[in-house]
């Protein structure tokens, strides 16, 4: 289920909140009331993290229709796109084959058993055909004509995707054809879409991001061992820390740093969540940010704090932050230089500094 902080929707929902040091907080009802008005309207991590700044990544060559790479094998892949800056362990049965720019382009193939079951994209110059990353929300529901339901037969099981209101406006669900699906993202405060997301029927009944009506049965979820966890929550946190930046440099905003310590801060807090069965910026002592930060002898002029939880997983995440006002001035403030992320499990959390000492 995804929740929105101290927000309760009906059907799968989603956890955020955010946390700024020595500001007033948005109360739960007044963030309540700026999603609904906006939507009306229209992990612990290596040493190896590098910021984009130490790296020359020239762009990624993304030439032809991306979506057209659904079921074709990874070696088809690796022969057009090279090989991919990074493999990431999933939550789900497939690995995601990362290709980035670390500034402007970003795209997640995932792959199962050698062949391509989901795809996300974001950044600019990138074929998405029939629609283009950046492009107005009517334009796109004029090409597809968003609907409450979305159904699925696979033989004598049948699916029905229950979509809200509320996704129909940040992140409405498209069939493509009779096992191919795409979830496109917006942007509710600029009102253009932001990211896609195409992936098959049987991936998409594995991360069940909305309510569903079925008669048959639903694929089992996956069972990991620690070590294996450990694998995916690392590649969650690079996905947030690239996601972050791509999403800094659209709105002409200065990259962020990677700060190791700062990320031990976020990881033990959203394993603190995790174990302790709570969802809060101030943990069951009453410790909050400030004192988390002065535990691991972090020094900084200012810092602020995005936590969700229960999302499928980084992407869902990072765009989920983007669509509620104050996790979004976090990621796009001008105060911070620096960056830390933690997830474990599918807690999440981001702890933005300003020059920490």
């Not at 927000?7 to 799968?12: R, T």
């Not at 008669?215 to 979820?221: F, M, T, W």
């Not at 976020?266 to 302790?276: R, V």
């Amino acid at each position: 289920m995804r929740i929105i902080r101290n927000l309760f929707l009906l059907s799968l929902l989603a956890i955020a909140g955010f946390y700024v040091l020595d500001r007033t907080e948005t109360s739960p009802k007044e963030v309540v009331q700026q999603v609904t008005d906006i939507v009306k309207e229209k992990r612990h991590v290596l040493e190896s993290k590098i910021s984009p700044e130490e790296v020359n990544i020239e762009p990624v060559p993304l030439e032809g229709n991306i979506f057209q790479w659904i079921g074709k094998s990874s070696d088809e892949l690796k022969k057009d796109f090279g090989e991919p800056i990074r493999i990431d362990k999933s939550a789900y049965d497939y690995e995601w084959w990362v290709y980035t720019n670390s500034t402007n382009q970003y795209v997640q193939f995932g792959i199962e058993d050698d062949v391509v079951k989901t795809i996300f994209a974001t950044g600019e110059n990138l074929d998405t055909e029939p629609i283009n990353i950046g492009q107005p929300y009517e334009e796109v529901n004029q090409k597809f004509g968003f609907t409450d339901e979305v159904s699925y037969n696979n033989g004598i099981s049948s699916y029905t995707f229950r979509i809200s209101e509320e996704d129909i406006g940040v992140r409405p669900l498209v069939k493509l054809n009779d096992s191919t699906f795409i979830q496109l993202y917006f942007d509710t405060f600029t009102d253009k879409l932001s990211s896609v997301r195409v992936l098959t029927a049987d991936t998409l009944l594995k991360h069940r991001p909305y309510e569903i009506e079925y008669r048959g049965k639903l694929p089992d979820e996956p069972n990991f061992t620690d070590g294996e966890w450990q694998e995916i929550e690392e590649g969650m946190e690079q996905q947030i820390y690239d996601l972050t930046n791509i999403i800094r440099h659209r709105h002409g905003k200065s990259m962020l740093d990677w700060k190791e310590s700062v990320s031990n801060v976020a990881f033990l807090h959203s394993k603190d969540m995790e174990e302790n069965n709570y969802f809060s910026h101030y943990s069951l002592n009453g410790d909050g940010l400030k004192e988390r930060l002065e535990a691991e002898d972090v020094f900084y002029l200012a810092a602020g704090e995005n936590i969700a939880a229960q999302y499928p997983d980084a992407p869902a995440a990072m765009e989920g932050w983007l669509n509620s006002e104050g996790h979004r001035e976090a990621l796009l403030s001008d105060d911070y230089t620096h960056i830390g992320v933690g997830v474990y499990r599918l807690y999440y959390t981001q702890n933005f500094l300003d020059k920490p000492l």
